[in-house]
């Protein structure tokens, strides 16, 4: 079973944090994959990076976007503690906390307004390779998850360029671009 959405995550994550203790990611990591019976294989699924857990970093994310609506506070590096906020909201929607429940708050409407003019200046400045617009990318995946998918597709279109380039050549061209390419990967 695919692991939710980050948002998913936010109501469950407040609950972790219910007591008031603080609480590293990791514990609020295991407290949500408890309450909401995420398996141990949808625990360990990865990023298409590689290099993170799919369900930690939508938990990861789901902080994030709570500690910019002042719903946790980070009292100390790594450490997450929910506020009076975070207890009135969870409170107010004990069952579901989500984007559209932080909008309320100032400081995650400025978040957001911060974030949308970065990548705003972002789509500026790159050329577009698509007259398509592309979807929001906060509304399923998290800003990891959808870097993590650029670089895909940007390698998987560069190998397609450079192969199309290459088989328009002629089979010398092949065979001395092969003698280099293991030239290169012998003194490498």
């Known amino acids: ?7 998913t995550f936010m109501a469950p994550a407040l609950r972790a944090l219910e007591d008031g203790q603080p609480r590293p990611r990791g514990q609020i990591c295991d407290a949500v994959a ?5 398996t141990a294989a949808d625990r360990a699924e990865m990023l298409p990076s590689k290099n993170a857990r799919v369900f930690d970093s939508r938990v990861g994310w789901a902080l994030t976007y709570m500690v910019q609506a002042a719903l946790i506070e980070r009292p100390r590096r790594a450490m997450n503690q929910i506020t009076k906020r975070g207890l009135d909201v969870l ?5 579901r906390v989500d984007n559209h429940v932080l909008e309320a708050f100032e400081e995650f409407r400025d978040f957001r307004a911060r974030s949308a003019r970065v990548a705003e200046h972002k789509t ?8 398509q617009p592309s979807p929001d990318p906060t509304a399923e995946r998290t800003p990891q998850e959808v870097i993590a998918t650029a670089v895909e597709e940007v390698n998987s279109a560069v190998a397609a360029e450079i192969l ?3 088989r328009r050549q002629d089979p010398a061209f092949l065979e001395n671009l092969v003698l280099k390419v293991l030239t290169a990967i012998s003194l490498a």
């Not at 500026?124 to 007259?131: G, N, V």
Request: glycine residues 4%; negative net charge; charged residues 20%.
């Open 164 to 166: 199309a380039r290459v």
């Open 91 to 95: 409170r107010e929607h004990p069952d």
């Open 34 to 38: 408890e309450e909401l019976g995420i």
């Open 124 to 131: 500026q400045t790159a050329s577009t390779a698509s007259a």
């Open 1 to 7: 079973m695919p692991v939710a959405n980050y948002q």
